[in-house]
């Protein structure tokens, strides 16, 4: 059974930091590439970084680039992104994706809230 399970989302103040984790099992996760999505309230999901299934290739929306950062760790089946200078605009809930092919996994999300 595939499973996506996103944690480390939370509340925090603008300028602040959060990681994020995505543990995955029941696929081959090393094969995967890996993605992260967000949908704020009332907007459509949105991509924001993804990752190459070995690590050695990284892309990120406009809006996140120069402060979140995707990583991986094909040993832990764990995909990962660190959020720094967090904006209020960042608010959103953060999805886990795995996709190949005709596979399309998803997590159920974790909420990160920026505010004061």
């Known amino acids: 059974q595939v499973q996506l399970v996103e944690s480390g989302g939370g509340l925090v103040q603008p300028g602040g930091s959060l990681r994020l984790s995505c543990a995955a099992s029941g696929f081959t996760f090393s094969s995967y590439a890996m993605r992260w999505y967000r949908q704020a309230p009332g907007k459509e999901r949105v991509l924001v970084a993804v990752i190459t299934s070995a690590g050695g290739g990284t892309n990120y929306a406009e809006s996140v680039k120069g402060r979140f950062t995707i990583s991986r760790d094909n040993a832990k089946n764990t995909v990962y992104l660190q959020m720094n200078s967090l904006k209020s605009e960042d608010t959103a809930v953060y999805y886990c994706?795995?996709?190949?092919?005709?596979?399309?996994?998803w997590g159920q999300g974790t909420q990160v809230t920026v505010s004061s």
């Open positions: 994706n795995a996709g190949r092919y005709r596979d399309d996994y």
